[in-house]
């Protein structure tokens, strides 16, 4: 079964972090993905909310906001779709992203439809 682990973090952690700490990081994820390769089907990191544009149509027009719909103390920063056996499976798997140990991954299994 295909789940989609949501990555939230917070954003402001990465204000003023060198280059060392960027790196560190990469490196961590790097390792993830050697670890887990064969179950990753797609994953990326997502720009900042401060890019992102929230669209809502209501009563047939279109309105388009700056910034996430709600504001938070994490955000979204990124995704993995994997492929696991079970939901425990998926959640071990979510347990090692980097990103568990100062935000949160949400583990959500895919919804196919015929």
């Excluded at 003023?16 to 994820?29: H, L, M, N, R, S």
């Excluded at 955000?75 to 935000?103: F, H, N, R, W």
Aim: glycine share 8%.
């Amino acid at each position: 079964m295909q789940y989609l682990l949501l990555i939230y973090g917070n954003e402001k952690r990465w204000n003023g972090a060198t280059p060392q700490d960027i790196t560190a990081e990469i490196e961590k994820y790097n390792a993830f993905g050697q670890e887990f390769g064969r179950s990753i089907k797609a994953g990326d990191a997502l720009q900042p909310t401060m890019t992102a544009k929230t669209v809502r149509v209501r009563d047939g027009k279109t309105a388009v906001s700056d910034g996430p719909f709600a504001e938070t103390k994490e955000q979204l920063g990124g995704y993995y779709l994997i492929e696991a056996d079970t939901p425990e499976a998926a959640a071990a798997m979510a347990a090692k992203v980097p990103a568990a140990q100062s935000g949160c991954v949400e583990v959500r299994p895919i919804q196919k439809f015929s």
